[in-house]
């Protein structure tokens, strides 16, 4: 009776145990031995001990060029990929809720992107930028413009990997807004019609605001996983030509299984954390004051 009784008055605690438990495993505490590897001089080489060192490994590393260089290049792809896609994406899930022949095969055809692996679209995608052979270059010579590098060139590199990030998971924000469209009700937008209200105007003034919530849940979700890109980036560059596309990720494995120096790898990892962090929060706080 008193068992009983234990659980009855400690049900709201006990239910949702196992999965506290469960994301304090599997996520507080990667985040909390990578902050203190980050702390320590671990090296693969050496074959001793990690030893405490503090912030020593936060001093080196935050102010290398080559460190700064991939957080610019980080942001300048995750910015860049996800606005694209966001605005591709929001337009395309308004052009898919409406009906027209054709439309389930439209929609199969956007899923498509999705289910490839992206190291699989990596080398597909290098064939397609390929100087010599590559369809990219063909289309622009058919069209009298001049071939690009591509990939090959600093100047570029960045543009096209943006460009098969968006290729690729443009649909994943259509999906996630169409998903929105198809639970609003369609009597404001009725409401609209009666009182002369054209369709861009019930777009803009109606329809945007009322899946909102919807947009920024994806684009959330987006940010969060571009800022983490590497398979793609890894297998059509590797971080190069030089240097000119290693972003967080790619200086991160590098400094781990290339120079096995894991306690400065460790420091990269907890600053690619808190941009994400950061980002997430900024974004919940936009949508909050965007929303009263």
């Known amino acids: 009776m008193t068992q009983n009784s234990y659980a009855d008055s400690n049900i709201r605690w006990i239910y949702p145990l196992p999965a506290i438990l469960f994301v304090a495993l599997l996520m507080v505490f990667p985040v909390l031995y990578t902050t203190y ?4 001089n671990w090296t693969l080489t050496s074959g ?3 030893s405490f060192v503090g912030l020593d490994n936060y001093a080196q590393v935050l102010i290398e060029p080559r460190f700064l260089q991939a957080l610019w290049r980080t942001m300048v792809f995750t910015v860049s990929a996800v606005a694209v896609e966001a605005v591709l994406g929001v337009a395309a899930a308004l052009l898919l809720n409406r009906a027209f022949v ?5 929609k199969l055809l956007l899923l498509l992107p999705l289910v490839a692996t992206p190291v699989a679209v990596g080398i597909v995608f290098n064939l397609f930028y390929d100087p010599t052979i590559g369809l990219a270059n063909y289309v622009l010579e058919a069209l009298g413009l001049p071939p690009s590098s591509w990939i090959s060139a600093a100047s570029t590199v960045i543009f096209s990997l943006v460009v098969v990030d968006v290729w690729q998971w443009t649909p994943m924000i259509t999906l996630i807004v169409l998903a929105g469209l198809a639970a609003l009700s369609d009597e404001p937008a009725e409401a609209a019609r009666i009182d002369g209200a054209n369709e861009w105007q019930i777009i803009r003034l109606i329809t945007i605001p009322m899946v909102m919530p ?5 684009v959330i979700l987006r940010l969060i996983d571009a800022l983490k890109t590497f398979d793609i980036i ?3 560059t590797g971080g190069g030509p030089g240097y000119a596309s290693e972003t967080l990720n790619l200086i991160g494995y590098k400094y781990s299984f290339e120079y096995f120096r894991m306690g400065q790898a460790a420091v990269i990892l907890v600053v690619l954390f808190l941009v994400v962090l950061a980002c997430s929060v900024a974004i919940t706080r936009l949508n909050k004051r965007t929303a009263t």
């Open 48 to 50: 001793a001990a990690p």
């Open 37 to 40: 590897i980050s702390l320590t």
């Open 102 to 106: 054709g439309r389930s095969v439209v």
């Open 214 to 218: 919807v947009i920024i849940t994806a």
């Open 234 to 236: 890894f297998a059509m």
